[in-house]
């Protein structure tokens, strides 16, 4: 006799599910409203455009994962000493993550750019340094922009998801002699990423909602590129509406893949 605490899975919707009367209303709307965009407005000049366009796509997609990469590197250190750091460390991390949050992204983009960026050139060592033709251009200071808002926000989760650790785990693992090095690698560390995953998810879909942002300093990015498709053709709606095509494919991916790494990381951690 089966147990009756015991949780089984449910069992997959049958393919009729599918074919309910309101999902075929929405199917039949949607297909309407392609084949309204496709007959009746103008699409001629992506033929022109598309070079530039893939340009845009390719400068957004590797802004988003390089940007992520580093700021998720930057805001486990920051999580960590606000949770478990002395005073000395916690407090200047708590401080920037209040710093970032509490300013908008489009302000610390524009003081990165036009601020520090106008100080390089007044100091003649680093105008003969090997840096200056990177310094000169736009796209590090979107990187460093985006990573460090990346990191202020995702910091803070991750302030929650190590204090969210229970301590008896810890204090086990260090009781079985475990340096603190492994603890944190093998137990503190996966736990608290996989506690902070949903909430990661969350910041990836908003960081790339905020790319768009990086045009304001001459970073042609996808949005850029619509923009000046407007600019040269004066044709408004129909990059507008491919854009938002665009991001919502790439949200979709996202979505897909950090559903995907959650729902293999707790077996990873069993």
């Known amino acids: 006799m089966a ?52 340009q845009g796509l390719w400068r957004t997609i590797w802004l988003l994962v390089l940007t992520c990469t580093l700021g998720f590197m930057l805001a486990v250190p920051l999580g960590l000493a606000q949770a478990a750091g002395p005073r000395w460390l916690a407090m200047p991390a708590s401080a920037f993550c209040t710093v970032i949050r509490g300013t908008p992204l489009l302000l610390q983009l524009w003081l ?58 810890l204090e086990a693992a260090r009781a079985f002699g475990m340096s603190r090095t492994k603890v944190f690698r093998r137990i503190w560390l996966p736990q608290a990423i996989q506690r902070a995953l949903p909430t990661l998810a969350g910041e990836t879909v908003l960081q790339l909602k905020a790319t768009p942002l990086v045009a304001t300093i001459t970073v042609v990015d996808i949005y850029a590129v619509a923009g000046r498709v407007r600019q040269d053709t004066f044709i408004v709606y129909e990059p507008l509406l491919l854009l938002a095509l665009i991001y919502l494919m790439i949200t979709g991916v996202i979505v897909f893949a950090f559903r995907r790494l959650e729902s293999r990381i707790p077996s990873r951690l069993g």
Do not use: C
Not at 15 to 38: D, E, N, S, T
Not at 152 to 169: D, I, L, N, T
């Open 3 to 54: 147990n009756a605490f015991e949780v089984t899975s449910a069992p997959a919707p049958p393919l009729r599910a599918w074919f309910k009367p309101h999902r075929i209303v929405l199917i039949a709307i949607a297909v309407g409203l392609v084949v309204l965009a496709a007959t009746t407005m103008r699409w001629d000049w992506i033929v022109r455009y598309w070079p530039l366009a893939l």
């Open 112 to 169: 990165l750019y036009f601020g520090l960026g106008s100080l390089f050139p007044q100091f003649p060592w680093i105008r003969e340094s090997e840096l200056w033709p990177y310094l000169r251009q736009a796209w590090p200071y979107a990187v460093l922009g985006l990573t460090l808002s990346f990191a202020g926000y995702e910091g803070e989760v991750m302030r929650g998801a190590f204090a969210g650790v229970p301590r008896g785990q």
